[in-house]
T-cell receptor, first 116, second 112 residues
Framework: AQSVTQLGSHVSVSEGALVLLRCNYS??????LFWYVQYPNQGLQLLLK??????LVKGINGFEAEFKKSETSFHLTKPSAHMSDAAEYFC??????????????FGKGTHLIIQP | DTAVSQTPKYLVTQMGNDKSIKCEQN?????MYWYKQDSKKFLKIMFS???????INETVPNRFSPKSPDKAHLNLHINSLELGDSAVYFC???????????FGDGTRLSIL
C-alpha cells in the first residue's frame, strides 16, 4: 500500500518569495505522483504530474516539482509567490496497474497563505 | 463545456433519508471515481469504475451504492443517511488507471 505525507498543514510566505511545499511518499513499486490545487468551494485542479522520464516536471501557473527516488520526495516549488496562489495543495500517489482503475492516495493537504 | 459535472452542488437533508448524487463526464474517459472529503479536507477514495465495472470498493458502508449506467456516468446513491456522512463528495474521471484525474466541483452534503 502507498502513503503520502505532507509536512506542514499551513505554510505562509510573502508575496514574491519562494514557495516550497513538501511531500514524501512511500510505495513498494515506482509510483505515479501528482500535485493538485483546490481553491475554496471548488474541485481539484491538476498542477503537474510525474510518471516516468525527466524527474523535474513543470506544471501550470509557474509551479514545478522534482521527483527524488532516493529521498522518496516530490516537493512542489514556485520561485515567486503571487496572491492568487493562496489555496489548498494536495500531493497524491497512485500505482499504474495496466489499465486498472487505481484511485489516488492523497496527503492531508497544505494550506498556502500569501502575505502581502 | 464542463468536463466533469456533478449535481446537485449542495444537498441538505435529514438523517435517515435516501439521496443520490449524479456525475457525468464528457471527456470520453473509461474510468470514473468517487472520493469523500471530510471536514478536515482529507480526501479518500470510495469507489472506482472502469468501463462500467466496479474495480475498487474501499471500506465504505454498504449504505453507499455506486451505479454506472454507461461509461460517461457514475452516480452515488446513499441510503439511511447518518450525521457522519456530512462531507463533500467529488466525482473524478481519467483515461485509465494511473493517468491524471479530472475532478468535478463537488457536492456538499449536510445532514441535519
Amino acid at each position: 500500500a502507498q502513503s503520502v505525507t505532507q509536512l506542514g498543514s499551513h505554510v505562509s510566505v510573502s508575496e514574491g518569495a519562494l514557495v516550497l511545499l513538501r511531500c514524501n511518499y512511500s510505495s513498494s513499486v515506482p509510483p505515479y505522483l501528482f500535485w493538485y490545487v483546490q481553491y475554496p468551494n471548488q474541485g481539484l485542479q491538476l498542477l503537474l504530474k510525474y510518471t516516468t522520464g525527466a524527474t523535474l516536471v513543470k506544471g501550470i501557473n509557474g509551479f514545478e516539482a522534482e521527483f527524488k527516488k532516493s529521498e522518496t520526495s516530490f516537493h512542489l516549488t514556485k520561485p515567486s509567490a503571487h496572491m492568487s496562489d493562496a489555496a489548498e495543495y494536495f500531493c497524491a500517489v497512485t500505482l499504474y496497474s495496466g489499465g486498472g482503475a487505481d484511485g489516488l492516495t492523497f496527503g492531508k493537504g497544505t494550506h498556502l497563505i500569501i502575505q502581502p | 463545456d464542463t468536463a466533469v459535472s456533478q449535481t446537485p452542488k449542495y444537498l441538505v437533508t435529514q438523517m435517515g433519508n435516501d439521496k443520490s448524487i449524479k456525475c457525468e463526464q464528457n471527456l470520453g474517459h473509461d474510468t470514473m471515481y468517487w472520493y469523500k472529503q471530510d471536514s478536515k479536507k482529507f480526501l479518500k477514495i470510495m469507489f472506482s469504475y472502469n468501463n462500467k465495472e466496479l474495480i475498487i470498493n474501499e471500506t465504505v458502508p454498504n449504505r453507499f451504492s455506486p451505479k454506472s449506467p454507461d461509461k460517461a456516468h457514475l452516480n452515488l446513491h446513499i441510503n439511511s443517511l447518518e450525521l457522519g456522512d456530512s462531507a463533500v463528495y467529488f466525482c473524478a474521471s481519467s483515461r485509465e488507471g494511473g493517468k491524471p484525474q479530472h475532478f468535478g466541483d463537488g457536492t456538499r452534503l449536510s445532514i441535519l
